[in-house]
């Protein structure tokens, strides 16, 4: 990594890039992080670091919300993408694309049951839409269950799946038919599902909603209940998906086959963004037999875009990297719990699946001042976008022991600091 570049004119880089925020994207986002003292600029990152301007290095345990599971800049999915630049980086959409197809036929092989087909996006949010949208057709029915607490994206249907008023209030009327119900709870589920539901949408571990673990029964509960009713069981592994709960696909901890899975985030090697949404012959059938383009996307499956979730899977494969992040998410877990044991005042909780860990705290604030601590030492981390109650980690799966413990210990340091500053408040 050239580390040159990250220091020429740190303090005007950092400013400018500040002030164009503040004037021409997002200025109450620009004040906020300028507040929250994240007021620097990425410069460049390899493996589980971060640079940026002012030449600070963080360790990447945010790992942007799930997207740098094999690290930053991995070399297999970037020679992959630079080989595919050489050729041919977009889709001419005339003819066939050959990376599409290996995509598909790879996916296919490592999602669970009778997944075949895949319809290939850019983003989360487009694989939801897409998901909602093939639910709906192949059930000829309107509504949709999802969850309280539940995040699947910001588009209108997407946002109309997510459980969360404060980002719902304002774009009323959404689209119409959806039922929230508490997460975690199949019971009330049954209630209310019934011949009119299309499908049930959820997440196999909660992310936003504060990286909540199902109980066992929970998963199989569902797919028995949408068996029954007729209804779609759609598994959104937009967060999960790629390995970081310990397994590929986290539904595969239950056994539970879906009749349509969501993914992303990871899907790209941390190098090119795509989505996609995954389901079955008879799904397909539905959606597309009397019209093949019923539904579609310009940019989704371009060559760029599959080279690198090819080169992506193909790594998670060959380096094991569910296992492990099974087997590093049990020790990650057992070292911040232990400090939880230190601070029973500050920490409520410490739960996660494989590398997908929250950490709930007793109080909003002292997650404030911990996440700042944290990145005072190095250490990135983040809010979960629906319980601010909840911190949570997500490391590159490539993320080592040592680097582990040394990620406790800040965090150790932090929380300490954060109830010296809150001393007769918390
Ligand atoms: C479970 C889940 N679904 C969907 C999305 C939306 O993905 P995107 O932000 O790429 O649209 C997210 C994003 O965090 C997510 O966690």
Known sequence: ????????????????????????????????????????????????????????????????????????????????????????????????????????????RITPGRLQFSFFCNSGAEAVEGALKAARMYTGRTEIISTVGGFHGKSMGALSAT???????????????????????????????????AAVIVEPVQG?????????????????????????????????????????FACQHWGVEPDIITMAKALGGGVMPIGAFVGTPEVWDAVFRD?????TSTFGGNELSCRAALAAIEVTEREHLPERAAE???????????????????????????????VEFTHEDIGELVIAGLSRRGVIAAYTLNNPKVI????PLIITEDQIGWVVSAFDESVAEALIMLEGIV
């Open 1 to 108: 990594m050239e580390e040159t570049t990250c220091s020429v004119n740190a303090e005007t880089v950092t400013e400018e890039t500040i002030d164009k925020y503040a004037d021409y994207i997002n200025p109450s986002l620009a004040n906020i992080m300028r507040f929250a003292g994240f007021a620097e600029v990425e410069c460049c990152a390899e493996g589980v670091t971060v640079t940026d301007y002012s030449g600070n290095k963080y360790l990447d345990c945010l790992g942007g919300y799930g997207v740098f599971s094999l690290g930053h800049r991995h070399p297999e999915v970037l020679a992959a993408v630079k080989d595919q630049l050489d050729r041919i980086p977009l889709s001419s959409k005339l003819f066939f694309n050959k990376p599409s197809a290996d995509l598909a036929e790879t996916i296919a």
């Open 163 to 197: 459980g969360r008023d404060v980002y719902k209030s304002p774009f009323q009327p959404l689209v119409p038919g959806f039922i929230h119900v508490p997460y975690n709870d199949a019971s009330a589920v049954e209630k209310v599902i019934s011949k009119n539901t």
């Open 208 to 248: 936003e909603g504060g990286i909540r673990v199902p109980s066992t029964d929970y998963l199989p509960r569902l797919r028995e209940l949408c068996t029954k009713h007729g209804a779609l069981l759609i598994m959104d592994e937009v967060q999960t998906g790629l390995g970081r709960t310990g397994k590929m």
């Open 291 to 295: 019209n093949p383009l019923m539904h």
């Open 328 to 358: 590093l998410g049990k020790k990650f877990i057992a070292g911040l719990d232990e400090v939880r044991t230190k601070h029973p005042k500050a920490l409520h909780e410490v739960r996660g699946l494989g590398l997908m860990i929250g």
């Open 392 to 395: 949570r980690f997500e490391p």
